[in-house]
T-cell receptor, first 109, second 111 residues
Framework: DQQVKQNSPSLSVQEGRISILNCDYT??????FLWYKKYPAEGPTFLIS?????DKNEDGRFTVFLNKSAKHLSLHIVPSQPGDSAVYFC????????FGTGTSLTVIP | DAGITQSPRYKITETGRQVTLMCHQT?????MFWYRQDLGHGLRLIYY???????DKGEVPDGYVVSRSKTENFPLTLESATRSQTSVYFC??????????FGQGTRLTVV
């Protein structure tokens, strides 16, 4: 049973607009929630994380929001750039890291 | 080189053969992980290790064996490769639950 779910396999956004990637989880005991970015033929690279005791974390163009009551997190990218085109994985951690299935983001110039 | 490295990057093997994928990290992280990435499944955990000589099963451990005699190395062995084990394999390490660092991946094809 998948503990972390990304229900949108793909997303297309115009350059300069906001990209919103969503993720749902089932286990309320997770300590951290993370977003990873993956380019083809490369390993996933860490993007941003949020502790379970916070509801927002911002790093430049990237902001992660956590809604614990809904067991939902989202990643906002503003403004979106063509170099942001990649697969984004959300993850939740406890004693191990649980990953979603990924969302492929395409930013159209 | 500092970081986490996997070898080989690409491997083709025959059904029934034993194959070992190597993972080496230079940070002395306590935790190490093996994931496989398949279309529609994302990253699925095969095995993980909390320290040297401590390993535990993940979501999809069948057909795989791991060992961790040294903190920096975490090899993954397919004892008798099957076509269903054709995948991209990623090793990762971490020193807690805040972040994991991934290797470049090994693309394994079983024919």
């Amino acid at each position: 049973d998948q503990q972390v779910k990304q229900n949108s396999p793909s997303l297309s956004v115009q350059e300069g607009r906001i990209s919103i990637l969503n993720c749902d989880y089932t286990n309320s005991m997770f300590d951290y929630f993370l977003w990873y970015k993956k380019y083809p033929a490369e390993g996933p690279t860490f993007l941003i994380s949020i502790s379970s005791i916070k509801d927002k974390n911002e790093d430049g163009r990237f902001t992660v929001f956590l809604n614990k009551s809904a067991k939902h997190l989202s990643l906002h990218i503003v403004p979106s750039q063509p170099g942001d085109s990649a697969v984004y994985f959300c993850a939740a951690s406890g004693n191990q890291f649980y990953f979603g299935t990924g969302t492929s983001l395409t930013v159209i110039p | 080189d500092a970081g986490i490295t996997q070898s080989p990057r690409y491997k083709i093997t025959e059904t029934g053969r034993q194959v070992t994928l190597m993972c080496h990290q230079t940070w002395s992280h306590s935790y190490m992980f093996w994931y496989r990435q398949d279309l529609g499944h994302g990253l699925r955990l095969i095995y993980y290790s909390a320290a040297a000589d401590i390993t535990d099963k993940g979501e999809v451990p069948d057909g795989y064996v791991v060992s961790r005699s040294k903190t920096e190395n975490f090899p993954l062995t397919l004892e008798s490769a099957t076509r269903s084990q054709t995948s991209v394999y990623f090793c990762a390490s971490s020193e807690g639950s805040a972040e994991a660092f991934f290797g470049q991946g090994t693309r394994l094809t079983v024919v």
